[in-house]
């Protein structure tokens, strides 16, 4: 029996190729193609844009990319056991699918995009999917070279990055999402959606860039954010006080006595440019 798109259903291909998920790669495949085809509904119109998308396995979201109208498709792909099951859907697709064979926290993919819209689109492999959040959020040049990103993580992760201060979630990375774009949940995944089912609920995540935030050094709001958050519980004259705190919070105006969660991102933006 053939899928939606006249190629073999997921456990087929994955079975024929050999592909149990590992779990040191963070793999977790996502065989149903309605659930994948309404993460790629989720990136919005893809007919002008390309898709690059990380840990694309046996190629369940690379195929909705592709039947959503994504023009063309650079997955990278670090196991090479995929490559062979990638290519089937290349060859299915002619000229619309690239796959570069390697590890995603070494690629550059500024470089890899080229002209025109870019949108990322991924089920990132668990165990390095805040990384490559924080390298994308935290890029020199911006407006960035991608035009939205929507990235499925475990719940916890999506909370803490869509979170807002006062929250037990807010944190560093509530901070950066906060400061360079626009983030909201869109949808969760349950467990046995996934092969092999995680313990713990999936989410999508929407981001798209601000076109304008508050200007502050990429490293320094880092360094701050590293700091405060660090010691959570401690007052912020305390957490920082190997950044010389008194000063940042004198020249900031920001009490003493307050706790990281509190903070703004507006206020951690002026530490870091205070620094």
Known sequence: MRSPDGLPPLRQVIERHGLQAKKSLGQNFLLDLNLTGKVARAAGDLSQATVIEVGPGPGGLTRALLMNGAVRVIA????????????????????????????????????????????????????IGTELLVRWLTVAEWPPF???????????????IVARPGSDAYGRLGVLAGWRTEARIT???????????????????????????????????????????????????????????????????????????????EEFVALANAV
């Not at 035009?147 to 993580?153: A, G, P, V």
């Not at 313990?199 to 995540?205: L, Q, R």
Request: hydrophobic share 40%.
């Open 187 to 265: 949808f969760d995944v349950p467990p046995q959606a996934f092969t092999p089912p995680p313990k713990v609920t999936s989410s999508v995540v929407h981001l798209v860039p601000r076109p304008a935030p508050l200007p502050a050094d990429v490293r320094m709001l880092g360094r701050v954010t590293e700091a405060a958050f660090g010691q959570r519980r401690k007052m912020l004259r305390q957490s920082l006080k190997g950044m010389e705190g008194a000063r940042l919070l004198e020249a900031t105006g920001i009490d003493g006595t307050r706790r990281a969660e509190t903070l703004s991102v």
């Open 146 to 160: 991608y035009q939205s990103m929507t990235l499925m993580f475990q719940r916890e992760v999506a909370e803490r």
């Open 76 to 127: 990278i792909e670090r196991d090479e056991r995929c490559l062979a099951a990638l290519a089937e859907v290349a060859a299915h697709y002619p000229g619309r699918l690239e796959t570069i064979s390697g590890d995603a926290l070494k690629t550059d993919f500024a470089a890899i995009a080229g002209d025109g819209p870019v949108k990322i689109v991924a089920n990132l492999p668990y165990n």
